[in-house]
């Protein structure tokens, strides 16, 4: 027993001095269960948010009002479906399963990010979420390219990537509807207006309210708070916005000379903490058309499942090794 | 083996076109998140053929969003509602098959279209084999997708005459893409252990209707879906 408690100090000041000299953690090396259970949580939570997230943007596939448009709000849903994939299969390598995660989301033990929760209700939300939602998720998912955990950080090199040319898809479309007739200005302004508020609330709650930032910092999963980087959206969207010829929803909002960053308006709250307790405007169907999805494929999987067993017993493998 | 009007364009145009826009309902429903993947970039690189055709005639837009649906001249097949996932694989493999041998033919015969169709042909071919996969998987799997499976080919097989009626401007040999559908469909269900279905192959109306714009009822539903924010703003863009 004595050399296992001596085993694990080594092991854990391993760790410690590998996060310190920024080099990565992979799978096969020893780490904290509680560093692991962090990454699971956040990992899982990011992949589900990718799967929930297809759905307000796919809420208008069916309505694009041009050929071009429609072909790249597809491909744009088609890419979320593959960062989902690619963040199940970075989860998985920490020792779960996807058909693990997908259950705790469909139980509502693991969340996704509550900017989901909101509806599209035109189509200029399709680029106030390219723009506001893809930029604030790429304000908190650069610095992850430097998470300590490899996967996970290999991951977000890719996904950062796409997202950055989803993003400016979203700028462009709502360029076009600002420089459009006056209904299209209007409509733009108004998913502006409904956007701005979720996507600043996209960062977390403010520091000193944050369960999991200080322990996350320490492991240099997350590099900087909260707070930081929802400063450092504000200021990135600013000038944007006056680009787009659209106004932000927030009087408060002006350059101060003395900090060199924006002011901004409080945030509520008490909205941001109703949301996120199942009680946003689509928390219901959501999850409810992500269950139903998984549902009412069950006997498409069983299927494959089954094929899959036959065909390697035809070719001489035991049950089990079909998958291996 | 060429393709040489404005009709040709229209017709083949409409097809990838309304199939795209089927598929693409499918996102965030689908079964398993490669089949997410998998149907979105189906639906991509049919709209891709759909703009491509749809240019040659006129502009893509005004073609795909104002026409009335009596002027749409895509087959019945493609229009047909999504059903389950099993109905969606009939009528992929039931349309990829055809569009392969179709696209097949066109290429080899030189003329403007060929090279138009050679890109295609290529994406064809993946939509085929997906098609044909899952063809195999549901009719080999468990009962109950044996049982959804015949149910989507049986469903969806009066559909399929329609394919083999001369377009116009369409110069292919039908009689060759008949037998080499018949053929190539007839060996995956083979496979599958399921059953090439009977009855007529006649349409709601008659093989053919599609073509002439006469459509079945949900199809007039899912292009006032699609037209509608185009509609609502006359003359702007987007």
Known sequence: MATVAADHTTYEAAFDAAVAADERIEPRDWMPDAYRASLVRQMAQHAHSEIIGMQPEANWI??????????????????????????YSAAETLGTGREELLDKLHSGRQKYSSIFNYPTLTWADVGAIGWLVDGAAITNQVPLCRCSYGPYARAMVRICKEESFHQRQGYELLLALS????????MAQDAVDRWWWPSLMMFGPPDDESAHSEQSMAWKIKRHSNDELRQRFVDICVPQAEALGLTLPDPDLKWNEERGQHDFGAIDWTEFWDVLKGNGPCNEQRISQRRRAHEEGAWVREAAAAYAAKHAQKHGLKHGEATA | MTITTNAAALALGDDALVLSHRLGEWAGHAPVLEEEVALANIALDLLG???VLLSLVGDEDELAYLREERAFRNLQLVEQPNGDFAHTVARQLYFSTYQHLLYGQLAAGGGAFAPLAAKAVKEVEYHRDHAEQ????????????RERMQRGLDALWRFTGEMFQPVEGVDVDTRALEDGWLESVTSVLERAALAVSDGPRTGAWAAGAGRQGLHTEPFGRMVAEMQHLHRSHPGATW
Do not use: C, F, N
């Open chain 2, 49 to 51: 053929q759909a703009r």
């Open chain 1, 62 to 87: 069916t309505r694009a009002p041009s050929l071009r448009r429609k072909a790249i709000l597809m491909a744009k849903v088609q890419d979320e479906a593959g960062h989902g994939l690619y963040l």
């Open chain 1, 179 to 186: 420089k459009g007739t006056p209904a299209q200005h209007a």
């Open chain 2, 134 to 145: 899952w063809t195999l998987r549901l009719g080999d799997g468990t009962a109950e997708s």
